[in-house]
């Protein structure tokens, strides 16, 4: 027999990357009061004026470029020592992974990679944060498209993320709105009697028997981490 850690599941949303830099969605002067969501996010949109949006995924990008991991996305990479942590993210910024977070899946894809139009399989990488090839580019045949799954789209990755939810032995969801579904059903998926911590400063939509820690991120991560390593 072996002894393993037991698994901590996070599923974060914008909030997290907010103390970053990064714009959420739907606070005040959040992106999607300064775009209109169905033209910049969707598959319509995409099918209307492609230009449009690559141009709002190279902003994306480009800002991405820019800002660092926070104290929360680190904090949770450093929860892997005692830990065996997955993160279930709703982001498409990458700083989970720069922060060293080692498990990672991303419910609505990732900026710094495109895909094929014609097959979603076919993903290919971007090297840079100003990369701007996304805009009419054709790798081995295939027009590219961002690595994003629009609104009007399935959500592949959600139901590996339902199994990862299923064997956690704690659940933590932080900085969402939990507006958008799937994702936002994630927490369904977790067995009877698992703790579930729920980090925002202004949580709108709270499931049931969960334990609220009103706070930013990195407050809220700092406070989760004490509780968890007491306990
Ligand atoms: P939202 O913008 O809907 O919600 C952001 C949440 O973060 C809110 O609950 C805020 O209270 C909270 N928040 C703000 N500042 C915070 C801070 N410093 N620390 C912690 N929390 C903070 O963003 P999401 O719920 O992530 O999808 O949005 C879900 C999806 O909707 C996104 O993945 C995106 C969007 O349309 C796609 O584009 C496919």
Redesign the pocket.
Known sequence: MTNRNPRLVVST????S??SGIS????AG?L?EQYP?MDV?SADGFARNPALIHRFYNERRHALGTVRPNR?HEILRELEEHFDVYVIT???DDLHERAGSTKVLHL??ELMKMRAVDDPGFIRPFRDYDDTSSVDTVVEGHHMRPH????QEAVPMFEPATEIAAEADIFVI???????YP?AALVQYVRKGTPIYY??????RVPDGVTVIRA???E?MAELARILLKE
């Open positions: 949303g914008a909030g997290i907010a103390e959420t969605f739907r606070d959040g999607w969501v996010a929360a709703q982001n498409v609505h894809g994003i799954v629009f609104f932080i900085g969402t709105s939990l507006a958008v994702a980090i925002d400063p202004h949580p709108s930013t991120a990195t809220g």
